[in-house]
């Protein structure tokens, strides 16, 4: 009897947060925008303050919902993406999860270049081309790029106008962080260095030639790694 109690009032639990995130869509509520307050959820949806208490933190578990001290709850900046959706932080042998998330990109990411290729927008190349500089800048200055590098990569996804793909972007931001997290000893200048050969690509609209310079660069990154040998295993 008390299990069956507990079976319903997650259900219930999961339902007023879907009625909330149907709310979200069909009043077209934006990033950052602000949701009704408790009560007057609550009196919408018909439900106790307590249930709506309870569906709002599962919606900010999921990064749906974000809640702000004494302002109130917020549609997510990047919502229902989490940090770490397949509990990456929980693998202890980083130098082999950084390897492996390295084939994962290249089975991912030569393909998101060539679909760049077809619909980029000018604008967006040329945002491509000046990101491609601060991080060649960076690079000669000895300096931290690993953000810049990453908005590299998520600026070519988006490109795709996909609108699945910018949803795998975590996995392609947690392979770049962890691969740069090893000694800058690793050489990467050649690395970087194709991320013009990607940008021209791209803006020559030719697939073909964007997947194999995104395969290129992987490449490179890969055999930085396995350079590295037996001594982060």
């Not at 940008?199 to 890969?222: F, G, T, W």
Request: net charge negative; with cysteine; hydrophobic share 40%.
């Amino acid at each position: 009897m008390f299990e069956s109690v507990i079976e319903n009032e997650k259900s219930l639990t999961e339902r007023v947060a879907d009625q909330i995130i149907q709310r979200i869509l069909s009043q077209n509520l934006m990033i950052g925008e602000k949701l009704p307050n408790e009560f007057e959820l609550a009196d919408d949806l018909k439900v106790g303050r307590g249930t709506i208490r309870e569906s709002v933190k599962l919606l900010v578990s999921r990064n749906i919902l974000e809640i702000r001290r004494g302002k109130g709850t917020f549609v997510s900046q990047a919502p229902g993406i989490v940090d770490d959706p397949l509990g990456l932080a929980f693998y202890k042998d980083k130098y082999k999860l950084a390897i492996d998330l390295l084939q994962i990109r290249c089975i991912l990411e030569p393909e998101i270049a060539a679909v760049a290729a077809q619909n980029a927008q000018p604008e967006e190349i040329e945002a491509l081309r000046l990101k491609c500089i601060e991080i060649e800048q960076l690079v000669d200055d000895a300096e931290d790029y690993i953000q810049q590098d990453a908005a590299f990569h998520t600026s070519i996804a988006q490109m795709t106008r996909n609108l699945v793909m910018p949803n795998l972007i975590p996995i392609i931001h947690t392979g770049i962080e962890l691969f740069n997290v090893f000694p800058y000893e690793v050489e990467r200048k050649e690395a970087i260095s194709v991320h013009r050969e990607i940008v021209e690509a791209i803006a020559a609209r030719d697939p073909k030639q964007a997947c194999e310079a995104m395969i290129k660069h992987l490449s490179y990154n890969i055999r930085n790694m396995e350079g590295l040998g037996n001594r982060y295993k």
